[in-house]
């Protein structure tokens, strides 16, 4: 029979560390909390290889007197409460008393601190927990903790981290949401020496998203200023134009505490629900102020759930701010004529980096980097007719005559090739697969009567009306001729003039990073441009002049909501598949001619009746069926 023991306090620390400290960004968020709490109002977090290796947290808070500096590594030592009562009012981030316990259990620890009232600082070094130096130190006032080797002591947990971008992808979307909801606390973070972002601390929270996620967020933002009830709903949303495929841009803070919460989740979209399509979700960040015994932040070590006690009322509260400010707006996108001035705006902000944060004072900083100049660029708009006729030219060139074609005669919209579809009278399936609609033999039989609805083509052949979806249609003709490049290594690319810059938060920057191979291959070049953004130089010829910027942001997108894994061919083909949806405009409107070259494209396809993603290209109505609508046939 197993025996009873109470286990041993290294034991006990190593397991009450595996609940608050889970991965490097757990260490970060404990600490720069705890500088906030501290009163600092500017703080430097820097990390190297995710944060497995070296974290640094630098403030110029209230610092640790020398006397308590043992005391605040013990577990469940706190100065945030004292009593079970203060549960129920907790205004500080932090009040557990368990991260610097835990962090210290599982790294090594150093920390120098120094409070306004003392002369000198004091360091302290602590590893596994273990105590093994105290002195005093020379240092300005605040909080520098540096923390190495997470995790050295307990392998297995090491074993379970992901690689070292992904890790630090995490600590900086852990930063962007930090400083959002602190806009008057100077935050600058540095990854691998590398200044990611740097915020005033102006208390402008216009200014933290805009040095965050760029300009053409920052001038899509509906201000909110709402309260009620003793509620206040304050911050920004997105217009409708500027929605994402995903809700990684909705961002809550609740009593300045960043959170998640299916409550605000579903106000604010159900509030945008006739703004946007299936699917789409808005850009906010959204600021709520609560009475403190009004909501309850104990629910979990991460802090990162938080109960109310009123919700349906809080519900209504949320769905009415955002809804009030939706209204009475005219949601026109602006148009950026001047991309050189553009350009030169977002280097000038660039090189504008706040001063303030507090410097490390043990060792010498880096200096930031200075960014490239920009090159004076002309812009030519594609023109659709010439997009059309390069991509017929370019077909004639790679298949010459494939099908007997004389080199002078005219490309004629597709005829439709098909069996009779009429056995004994009565209509049937038709094999699509077995008998090829779209063949050169049966052009000559096919007529082409329009378009309807700026979106389906209808043909004629024979006995049956054929409604051919040109977007489908469009979209797997890219999608095949962008595989076909890149089975052949011969994939042509268009050079941007200017450079398209591209503003990511830390998720999109890392996915980008992890896939940049892949984009390479597919004729993407893209090139750092400091901090978060990117330059895109070249795209696929065959997406010239399809809305890049969008394409790219959706092809993110689709990354960060659900990683492609497999084998090269697997994740060109998802990355291809992506792109050519993305490249697909709706509601087009296309000349006959325009309309004829792209049913020939279709020709040249393995399989012409679905798009990359499974939507049927073209759908047919005999005329059997259409006189038994009107009656003709009883």
């Given at each position: ?431 699509l697969f077995n008998d090829k609609l779209l063949s050169e033999a049966a052009k000559p039989g096919h007529k082409i009567l329009g378009q309807i ?182």
């Amino acid at each position: 029979m197993a025996q009873i023991a109470v286990l041993d306090s290294e034991t006990i620390d190593k397991i009450a560390a595996g609940e608050v400290v889970e991965r490097p960004v757990s260490v970060v968020k404990e600490l720069v909390e705890n500088a906030m709490d501290a009163g600092a109002d500017a703080v430097t977090v820097e990390i190297t290889e995710g944060g497995t290796s070296f974290i640094r947290v630098t403030d110029n808070g209230s610092g640790i007197p020398k006397d308590q500096i043992r005391t605040a590594f013990l577990r469940h030592a706190t100065s945030k409460i004292h009593s079970v009562e203060d549960l129920l009012s907790i205004r500080s981030l932090g009040f557990r008393g368990e991260a610097l316990s835990s962090i210290a259990a599982v790294s090594k620890v150093e920390i120098i601190s120094k409070t306004a009232d003392d002369y000198a600082g004091v360091r302290y070094l602590i590893s596994g927990g273990a105590e093994e130096e105290l002195s005093e130190v020379g240092a300005p006032d605040g909080t520098t903790i540096m923390v190495r080797n997470l995790f050295y002591n307990i392998p297995v947990r090491r074993k379970f981290l992901k690689s070292f971008a992904t890790e630090g992808s995490y600590i900086a979307d852990l930063m962007e949401h930090l400083a959002m909801s602190r806009p008057e606390v100077s935050f600058k973070f540095v990854m691998n020496r590398d200044t990611r972002f740097h915020t005033s601390g102006n208390g402008d929270l216009r200014e933290v998203i805009y040095r965050i996620f760029g300009r053409d967020v920052s001038e899509c933002l509906i201000p909110v200023d709402y309260e009620r009830d003793g509620i206040h709903i304050s911050g920004y949303i997105g217009k409708p134009e500027m929605n994402r495929a995903n809700r990684n841009m909705e961002n809550y803070f609740v009593n300045s505490r960043y959170i998640k919460s299916d409550i605000i989740a579903r106000a604010v979209e159900e509030a945008y629900q006739s703004y946007l399509m299936k699917h789409k979700y808005p850009v906010c960040m959204l600021a709520v102020g609560v009475p403190a015994d009004e909501i309850d932040v104990n629910v979990h070590p991460s802090k990162m759930e938080i109960r109310f006690i009123r919700q349906q009322e809080f519900f209504d509260i949320v769905y009415q701010a955002v809804s009030e400010a939706l209204k009475g707006n005219e949601f026109i996108p602006q148009v950026i004529l001047d991309e050189k001035e553009h350009l030169q705006d977002i280097v000038a902000e660039k090189k504008s980096l706040s001063e303030g944060a507090p410097e490390p004072f043990e060792t010498n900083r880096r200096p930031v980097p200075v960014l490239r100049e920009e090159t004076v660029y002309g812009e030519k708009t594609p023109d659709l007719q010439d997009f059309f006729q390069t991509n017929r030219q370019t077909r004639l060139i790679e298949e010459p005559n494939a099908a007997g074609i004389a080199e002078n005669d005219d490309i004629h919209a597709n005829p439709i090739d098909t069996s009779d579809s009429l056995i004994n009278g009565k209509p049937h399936q038709m094999e699509l697969f077995n008998d090829k609609l779209l063949s050169e033999a049966a052009k000559p039989g096919h007529k082409i009567l329009g378009q309807i609805f700026d979106t389906y083509w209808l043909v004629q052949y024979e006995d049956k009306l054929f409604i051919i979806d040109q977007h489908a249609a469009h979209e797997k003709v890219k999608f095949e001729r962008l595989m076909k490049h890149l089975k052949e290594k011969d994939m042509p690319g268009q050079m941007l003039t200017p450079p398209m810059i591209l503003h990511l938060n830390a998720r999109e920057y890392q996915v980008l990073s992890e896939y940049r191979g892949h984009f390479l291959k597919l004729g993407f070049e893209i090139e750092d441009f400091g901090g978060n953004e990117v330059a895109v130089r070249t795209v696929p010829m065959d997406l010239y002049g399809c809305n890049e910027r969008e394409l790219l942001m959706n092809m993110l997108d689709e990354l960060v909501d659900g990683p492609v894994r497999g084998t090269p061919d697997v994740i060109y083909e998802k990355l291809a598949s992506m792109a050519c949806k993305s490249a697909v405009k709706g509601n087009m409107s296309m000349t006959a001619a325009e309309a004829e070259v792209l049913i020939s494209e279709l020709l040249y396809l393995d399989n012409p009746y679905h798009c990359p993603h499974g939507r049927p290209t073209i759908v047919a109505m005999s005329k059997y069926e259409l006189e038994k609508k009107f009656k003709r046939i009883i």
